[in-house]
């Protein structure tokens, strides 16, 4: 079954890197200047405890890193990569995102709200519990993903993709699925809104187990 999107992302556009240092530090000067931290890459370091202020990520590479407790009034990355880092329960409001790759990282909990996505590819994350709402979405995809009890809401997409994810009891509420293939995904115990089915792919047992939810009964007789 092909299941690879007929478009493609745009992949992150990374020169040659620096060694960050300490990553929190660089933060921190970064909103105490006010520019951006460009050109680093940051491994096995922490981001913790920021409260407001905004700051941007650019050109950037983060392996085996962790953030938590970040409460800015923006945070955007661009050109960035995350690799087996551990960013869960974290909160991103007004945010923007464009060319980011997260390749095998824990985001259980996370949650953006009226963020902008743009060439956001998610592969093999961890992302139960996840949360994405009132938000903007354009060449976005999840490959792999583990996104059991999701939530998505009110989201405005264009070119979105999802492959070989567990959407396992995930809600979806506002979201037209016109364009979506969900057939190499898990979808069971999914909960959506009859209308925001229209155009939605997947498989004949999918429709089955949606039409079941829905109410619907199926019989052969005559």
């Given amino acids: 079954m092909e299941k690879k999107q007929s478009w493609n992302l745009e992949k992150p556009r990374l020169e040659a890197l620096e060694e960050g240092g300490s990553l929190q530090m660089?933060?921190?000067?970064?909103?105490?200047?006010?520019?951006d931290v460009f050109g680093k890459v940051f491994t096995q370091q922490t981001l913790a405890?920021?409260?407001?202020?905004?700051?941007e990520f650019t050109g950037c590479r983060f392996d085996h890193c962790r953030f938590e407790e970040l409460e800015m009034k923006r945070l955007d990355f661009v050109d960035c990569v995350f690799d087996r880092c551990e960013v869960g329960n974290l909160t991103l409001t007004d945010s923007a995102m464009r060319r980011v790759n997260f390749l095998k990282c824990r985001m259980t909990g996370d949650t953006f709200a009226k963020c902008a996505l743009a060439d956001v590819h998610f592969e093999e994350c961890m992302m139960d519990y996840f949360g994405i709402g009132?938000?903007?979405?354009?060449?976005?995809?999840?490959?792999?993903c583990r996104l059991k009890e999701s939530m998505w809401n009110s989201l405005k997409w264009s070119k979105l993709s999802l492959q070989d994810c567990d959407l396992t009891a995930s809600?979806?509420?506002?979201?037209?699925?016109?364009?979506?293939?969900?057939?190499?995904?898990?979808i069971d115990n999914i909960r959506v809104e009859m209308m925001s089915l229209r155009g939605v792919t997947v498989t004949s047992q999918q429709a089955l187990m949606l039409a079941g939810m829905l109410g619907i009964k199926i019989s052969d007789g005559f």
């Fill in 26 to 35: 660089a933060a921190e000067e970064a909103v105490r200047t006010g520019d």
């Fill in 171 to 186: 809600q979806w509420s506002f979201v037209p699925m016109n364009g979506l293939n969900l057939t190499s995904c898990i």
């Fill in 49 to 55: 405890e920021m409260y407001g202020g905004t700051l």
């Fill in 134 to 144: 009132d938000s903007k979405l354009e060449r976005v995809l999840f490959d792999g």
